[in-house]
């Protein structure tokens, strides 16, 4: 017998400012419980330390996530000079200190040096995978690694301002899987006085912002009723930056069923990647080639009810 499914099939995604000291996981368990839905999850963990934008996807908009995951991103943070800890923030135990504090033009001026396409060292404390483990399990288990550079890109990083002599609020857009804490402890190094990360906002990512976003006493509130099911965005609020192509009715069922159909060119180039809708309903995702559109993931009938 078929295991009945508990929840809701209800799709969309709920923009959440996530509140210090919850976790995404937590994060993702609430909205899913206030919504009695079926299936949740996250486009970008945020550590339990910081707040602001969890863009969470329910139901369809799952198939989605993606989208967001590799998309830019924006974040306001705070970095703590003088000390290097274990966690790269104020989480971890102090390993290192230094008595120097830089002042506002030597700040400014070790910015551009990570702006562009650079390579970065995750924290000793992360999600990163080493042969199969999470680096965080491995590091609590004794271990010291030894992380390989990723790369990344970084849009823009700025200095808001320097409240006091032993801090530095600055901002910072870039692509996906960017460490703040990393850029903390980089920027303290090339300084030549230490530094980690004690605060962290994240204030958009992709298509969606803060501006969106419940706050989690309201999500409280409002569990389990009609005002809450409100706030939902569309699934197709995460495709906003790919091609729309509108798929005639003729052509409805056999897209569903996960064969290509001919539709116009969504715009220039060999493949493009493009979304599918009929009457505003998100139909499939895929990838136009040579005429057709190729579905690589189909929406269910009621995706676009959010």
């Keep these: 017998m078929a295991r009945r499914t508990r929840g809701r099939p209800i799709s969309g995604w709920l923009i959440l400012d996530k509140p210090e000291g919850v976790s995404s996981a937590a994060a993702v368990a609430k909205a899913k419980w206030a919504l009695d839905a079926a299936k949740a999850g996250h486009a970008g963990t945020l550590d339990p330390a910081a707040t602001g934008l969890l863009a969470i996807a329910l139901g369809e908009a799952t198939k989605t996530v ?12 705070t970095v703590r000079w003088g000390a290097a800890t274990t966690t790269d923030d104020a989480e971890g135990d102090v390993i290192e200190t230094s008595p120097l504090r830089p002042d506002t033009a030597e700040i400014e001026a070790a910015l551009p040096a990570f702006v562009g396409d650079i390579l970065q060292v995750p924290p000793q404390v992360s999600a990163v995978k080493v042969d199969g483990e999470r680096a965080y399990a491995r590091v609590r288990a004794g271990e010291t690694l030894d992380l390989a550079a990723r790369p990344l890109h970084v849009e823009r990083l700025a200095l808001l301002g320097v409240p006091e002599r032993d801090t ?3 901002e910072l857009v870039c692509g996906k899987g960017g460490y703040v804490r990393s850029l903390a402890r980089d920027l303290g190094r090339r300084l030549g006085c230490l530094g980690h990360g004690v605060t962290l906002r994240r204030l958009w990512s992709g298509p969606f912002d803060l501006a969106a976003a419940v706050d989690w006493p309201t999500l409280e509130r409002e569990a389990r009723t009609p005002a809450l099911d409100a706030r939902l965005l569309p699934v197709q609020a995460a495709l906003a930056g790919l091609p729309e192509l509108v798929c005639p009715a003729a052509f409805a069922e056999r897209l569903a069923n996960g064969n290509p159909v001919p539709l116009a060119a969504p715009g220039p180039g060999p ?21 057709l559109f190729h579905p690589s993931r189909v929406f269910a009938a009621d995706a676009g009810d959010a």
């Design 66 to 77: 993606p989208f967001v995951t590799d998309a830019r991103k924006a974040y306001r943070f």
């Design 271 to 291: 493949d493009v990647t493009a979304w599918v809708s009929l009457d505003g309903r998100p139909l499939a995702l895929g990838t136009w080639r040579g005429g």
């Design 168 to 170: 530095a609020v600055l």
